[in-house]
Each structure stands twice: as C-alpha cells, then as structure tokens.
C-alpha cells in the first residue's frame, strides 16, 4: 500500500469541525444543538450583493485576471483608502479566500524550516498553511488572565533564532477577539524592522470592534512598507463565507511578482464569488451599524453569562465575534464530545471547539474552549442555560475530579 506522505500525516484536524459527527448523531437523536463552534454568522448577506447575482446576465462564466477582475481590485483600492490604509490596486491579489492569501504568502516568504512567531491562541488553520508551506510555527503565548494582550518584547526576542523569518498576528484576533492597540503595533513595528522580518497581518475582522475602539492596520506603520503581508476576505465582513474571496496585499514588488506566480499556477479566483463580491463594496454604513450593534449585545449576554456560572473565567474581546472561556473542567475536548454524546438539557446541547487545537501544544488549553457569538441573542441565552446545567452534572469538573481522588486515597 502506497504511503502518506509527511505532510499529509502532520496535517491537524480541525478543531473547529472535527466533532460534526457527534453533532450530526445528536441531532439525529433529535437533541438541538446549538452551534458556537464556527464563526458562520447568521447576519444577511447585503442585499446589494445578493441582488448582483440573482440579476447576472452571462452566457460565458469566463476566468478572470489570475490576480483578479480589476475593476474588483480598484473597489478594493477605495475601500482601503477610507479606512486610511493608501495602496493600489496593482499591489492586491484577490485570492480563494484569506486561506489562499495565507498560504501563498508562506510559501512565497519561507524557505523549508523557516519559522514564524505568532502569538498563542491563534487560528487553527495557521498551523495546516505552515505545514504545506514546510515553516514551522513557534508560538509566543498571551495569557486569558491579562485577557491575552501581545506578551511584551522580550517574549519575542527569546524565541527569535537564524530560521525566524516572520510574525503573524490576527487583529482583531480569531479566537480570543483580542483588538491589538497602536502601542502593541509600534512594539511589532520594533521587533520587525530590527530582525528583518515579514510582518503577516490578518485583518478579516476588521469592522467588528467595540466599546468606542478602533481598529488600527499594520499597512500604516511608518517604515514597514516592505515588509508588511496583508490578509483579508470579504467571508465575515459581508456575512459571504461561501464566496470564498479574500485578498493579498503588499506594496513589497518582489514579493508581490512572487505570488503572482502561485496565483497564475492556480488560474484564478471564483467569478461568481468576486461578482458578489464587488458589488458587497456598494453595502452602506447602516448595515455595518446595525451588526456592529447586534454584535455587541451578543457578546455581552454570551460573555457576561459565562462570567456567572461558578469556576467560568471569560475576558471581554472588543474585536471581532469570538471568546475564549476557561471551564472548571478536566479535558476540553472531553468535555465537547461529551457535551454532544451524553447531554442535553430541555432537549438542547452546545457545540464548542475545544481551545487545544488552537495552541501548539494542546495541553496548554485542555480547559478553554472557543465561542462564537453567531446566533441570535435567544439561541445565547439557551446555550449559556446549557452550559450551567452542563457544568452542574459533568463528571469530569473540577470539583467532581477533585472529590473522586479524594474518595480513592
């Protein structure tokens, strides 16, 4: 028999899907589970771009640009330049989502055994575009206890070695919804321009931020033209996960004709997704008002609520749609399965993702987990009931962990 290769065998699961088949055996057993384990919003699409495709009148579904439909790209330039990040559109590659983007520019920027710092709990995915670009992530750990903020400069510095080539960040940040201030940036900004580093910024959530806070760009630090690889995607910004368009964006030449290469190889990106796409960029500001809104009011009752049962410890994200909790629990991904396998509570169960995947050694989040305030308010509010009952009757608590060793020695 014919064997995997190495790659192939590194390759995580996901932890933010690899429990469906629990979630599907629930509901077959007709248990409501109530999905906070991916960030696929319930918010509406803009109108204006359901309306582009619903009136398209093609008789050829053509390839377009392998760096995208130039029109698309110069909307792309004005949206960017509103939110003071000054670019042309000769420097975007629109890509197969930010995963493309993601991964283009890993295999463009590294060399085999090069490494990347990126600050922990980070999105999962980081690992699986590192591996099929050969990197090697060295991660550089926040704590929930200062509501994981950027570790200080020397944290860094420790870890940074002849392979470091680059720093990837999410800002705001998938899982915690971390909102990285222009203090923290300038902290990069130092780190990078003294190593000579690649500085990766993904930026999908963007318009999502709270309490008064705005979102500051890796594009504007002075001195970093060159450096800097800007990721995006239209998925959660228009509530369009399934166009599948996202972006590259440097003003660094060579790197720019590097991609390109990739981009070219793999033909182009979706027409329908970019059509829906270009025509998202005509969404006025009420809409973004209204989710902004909406989702602030879901994060403080799923937030809030977790703070109130015993042993929940849960920071307060001002960015994106995301938090991370800590649970009086032995094993998170015990816990999900068994959330999924032996609950329900009033005919209902939550399905989370289990925060070990969302650090390099797994051992370090085997008692958070990541939520995703994407349902509607009523939908939180049951989960947070569930979860109380949960916690209640888990016999793998802390508190029940505890009594059973008392009981046995």
Not at 15 to 25: G, N, T, W
Not at 279 to 295: C, G, H, K, N, S
Request: glycine share 8%; proline share 6%; hydrophobic share 40%.
């Amino acid at each position: 028999m014919p064997s995997i290769s190495t790659k192939g065998l590194q390759m995580p699961a996901s932890p933010i899907r690899k429990l469906v088949p629990f979630a599907e055996a629930a509901k077959k057993r007709g248990t409501q589970v109530i999905h906070l384990n991916i960030g696929q919003p319930d918010i509406a699409t803009p109108d204006v771009a359901l309306e582009a495709m619903r009136s398209l009148d093609r008789k050829v579904i053509e390839y377009s640009h392998s760096a995208g439909f130039e029109s698309y790209r110069k909307g792309l330039a004005g949206y960017y330049a509103q939110h003071g990040i000054h670019i042309s559109h000769e420097e975007i590659i629109v890509t197969n989502g930010g995963s493309e983007a993601l991964l283009f520019g890993m295999m463009a920027c590294f060399e085999p055994g090069d490494e990347i710092i990126i600050p922990e709990p980070y999105y999962a995915n980081y690992n699986s575009f590192a591996i099929a670009a050969g990197a090697k992530v060295v991660p550089v750990r926040s704590s929930i206890q200062e509501g994981f903020a950027l570790p200080p400069i020397g944290a860094f510095e420790a870890l940074i070695t002849p392979r470091t080539k680059g720093i990837l960040i999410c800002n705001p940040g998938n899982p915690t919804g971390y909102l990285y201030s222009r203090a923290e940036l300038e902290t990069l900004r130092t780190i990078v321009l003294k190593h000579d580093l690649y500085l990766f910024a993904d930026e999908v959530y963007r318009e999502f931020c709270y309490d008064g806070a705005t979102h500051e760009s890796a594009m504007t630090l002075p001195g970093l033209e060159q450096h800097v690889v800007l990721v995006d995607s239209v998925s959660k910004r228009y509530s369009m996960c399934g166009a599948r368009v996202g972006a590259f964006i440097t003003r660094n030449k060579e790197l720019y004709n590097a991609v390109m290469k990739f981009a070219q190889a793999r033909l182009s990106p979706p027409t329908f997704g970019q059509i829906a796409s270009e025509a998202a960029l005509r969404t006025p500001q009420r809409y973004f008002d209204e989710v902004i809104t909406e989702y602030k009011q879901r994060r403080d009752i799923l937030v809030e609520g977790l703070n109130t049962i015993p042993g929940v410890t849960c920071p307060k994200p001002k960015g994106a749609f995301y938090c991370v909790a800590e649970l009086p629990i032995d094993d998170s991904d015990r816990f999900c399965q068994w959330l999924l396998e032996s609950f329900e509570h009033e005919g209902h169960t939550v399905m989370m993702a289990p925060a070990t995947g969302f650090y390099a050694d797994p051992a370090t989040g085997r008692k958070q987990v990541r939520l995703a305030y994407v349902l509607e308010q009523d939908q939180l509010k049951l989960a947070i009931a569930c979860l109380r009952a949960a916690l209640a009757t888990y016999p793998g608590t802390t508190e029940a962990v505890a009594v059973a060793a008392k009981a046995t020695s």
